[in-house]
Antibody, heavy 117, light 107 residues
Framework: EVQLVESGGGLMQPGGSLTLSCAASGVTVSRFYMNWIRQSPGQGLEWVSVIYSGGDTYYADSVKGRFTISRDDSKNILYLQMNSLRADDTAVYYC???????????WGQGTLVTVSS | DIQMTQSPSSLSASVGDRVTITCRASQSIGINVNWYQQKPGKAPKLLIFAASTLYSGVPSRFSGSGSGTDFTLTVSSLQPEDFAIYYCQQSYNIFRTFGQGTKLEVK
C-alpha cells in the first residue's frame, strides 16, 4: 500500500522560510514523477512543482525562484523548500505521485502552511 | 497557462439522479484531462484519467468523455457517497492546471 505522509507545515511570518517533507512508503519516490499541489483554504487546487525521476524540476510561475523541490533517495523522502513566503502561499500542501496521462493517483493527507504576521 | 473552466460551479441533485459536469479547456488538449473527487477535509481522489479511463477501484457509475476542448464527467446514478466537489485537471503541458471545482450537493 502506498502511503505519502507530509509534515513540516505551520504558522510562518511573511518573508520566512519553511521546508515541507513527504515520507513515502510502498513507493520509491526516485522512480516516479513526484509533485506538490496546494489548496488555499476554501479554494481550488494549484499545481506547485514536479521532480522527474531523472531529477529535472519544474515550478509554477507563482513560486518559481522561491520554492525548491528535491528528494533524498536514501530516505525515500520528497521535500519542498519554501523561501520568501507570502500570505498567498497559505494553503494545504499535498505530496502526490504522478500516474498515467499526468494524473495524480496517490496523495498525502496534506500539511497546512499559514503565512501571516 | 491553459485555463480549465468547469460548469456548473454547483449542482443540486438527488440520490439516483444522473448528473453531468462539464470542463472546457482554453485550447485543444487532446484527451489529456483527468477528474478528481474531493470530500471535506480529505485529499482529492483520482476518478478518471485520459478523459475516459476509469481508475482502478472507481465505481462504473462514473464515466468521462470528450477530447479537444470539451470534456464531461457523468455519474449515472448518484449514490449518497457521491456528494462532493469534483475537479478536472489538464495534463497537456508540464504546468498542470485544475478547474475551479463543481460542488455536488443534496437537493
Amino acid at each position: 500500500e502506498v502511503q505519502l505522509v507530509e509534515s513540516g507545515g505551520g504558522l510562518m511570518q511573511p518573508g520566512g522560510s519553511l521546508t515541507l517533507s513527504c515520507a513515502a512508503s510502498g513507493v520509491t519516490v526516485s522512480r516516479f514523477y513526484m509533485n506538490w499541489i496546494r489548496q488555499s483554504p476554501g479554494q481550488g487546487l494549484e499545481w506547485v512543482s514536479v521532480i522527474y525521476s531523472g531529477g529535472d524540476t519544474y515550478y509554477a510561475d507563482s513560486v518559481k525562484g522561491r520554492f525548491t523541490i528535491s528528494r533524498d533517495d536514501s530516505k525515500n523522502i520528497l521535500y519542498l523548500q519554501m523561501n520568501s513566503l507570502r500570505a498567498d502561499d497559505t494553503a494545504v500542501y499535498y505530496c502526490t505521485r504522478q500516474y498515467s496521462y499526468g494524473s495524480f493517483d496517490q496523495w498525502g493527507q496534506g500539511t497546512l502552511v499559514t503565512v501571516s504576521s | 497557462d491553459i485555463q480549465m473552466t468547469q460548469s456548473p460551479s454547483s449542482l443540486s441533485a438527488s440520490v439516483g439522479d444522473r448528473v453531468t459536469i462539464t470542463c472546457r479547456a482554453s485550447q485543444s488538449i487532446g484527451i489529456n484531462v483527468n477528474w478528481y473527487q474531493q470530500k471535506p477535509g480529505k485529499a482529492p481522489k483520482l476518478l478518471i484519467f485520459a478523459a475516459s479511463t476509469l481508475y482502478s477501484g472507481v465505481p462504473s457509475r462514473f464515466s468521462g468523455s470528450g477530447s479537444g476542448t470539451d470534456f464531461t464527467l457523468t455519474v449515472s446514478s448518484l449514490q449518497p457517497e457521491d456528494f462532493a466537489i469534483y475537479y478536472c485537471q489538464q495534463s497537456y503541458n508540464i504546468f498542470r492546471t485544475f478547474g475551479q471545482g463543481t460542488k455536488l450537493e443534496v437537493k
